[in-house]
């Protein structure tokens, strides 16, 4: 109950956990053209590969009967001449993309060029800016959203293995208490035949007790052989009870161990759940 409420509690102040803002700069930066205006964005935990594969999707999103121009690589820059970006402007671009990787996060430069020159730079239509601003943002949001979306998918799978785990240990006590309850009432069938063996021993009961013509043992040799034997089966089925008591002992600590893990990745996967939704 301790550690419901912890988790509740924890779970609580996810709410109040600040995201990483997806601001978009206007910004001179080097480029196959020189040093001109480029949209720059930083996008957290997004890799560079799935950066190209949505800006590709982003910029053409094709169709049946629609051709969209070609996306090329040449050196460092990803480009795409003579697009119409209609929530930007209806004339065409030249569209460079640069994608750079830094730890935990990713830069990725737009510049786009029309026969005017480019976008953002001094003189340009302020609406343009403002539209092409507003564009690569809601690209940088939703690359951040697939970026974590596969976080959480992981931190569930994670979740999901530890809470298998979990329950192939509590399969497996299942089976060691069977054991237990078996080993304790193979002891007490064995006691009552160890009872029943010494009375016949001491009252002389094994007079009659029939032995084979081949065995040289008398009678009470032979009742005090089977006692010996039964005696013997009795301690195997007491170290077997304690052999399946021990890893009872072991499987619960263990299972206490993977309970806490599992409530710390519930805690994880909340967490990544609240950054998500936050993404905007």
Known sequence: MKKLF???LMVAGLGATAQEPIEVKVEERPSSQG???AFEVVVPQATSKDAIELWKKTIMP?????KNPKMEKVKDEWIVRDIVISDITSLPLNVMTQVSSFPGNIYVRVFFQSEGGFLGSPGSSEATTEAATRYV???AVELYKQAVEKELKAEEAELRKAENDLNAMQRKNKSFNRKVNDAQKEQGALKEEVNQQEKMLENKEYINLEVS???KRTPQEEME???KDTEKDLKK???SQSKFERKISKNERSQRNKEDEIAKQKIKVEEVKTKLKNIR
Not at 62 to 66: A, C, E, I, P, V
């Open 6 to 8: 912890l988790i509740l």
């Open 137 to 139: 943002r809601d690209y």
């Open 35 to 37: 040093v001109v205006t």
């Open 225 to 227: 052989k089977e006692l």
């Open 237 to 239: 089925a007491q170290k």
């Open 62 to 66: 094709g169709g049946l009967f629609k």
């Open 213 to 215: 013509g081949n065995d």
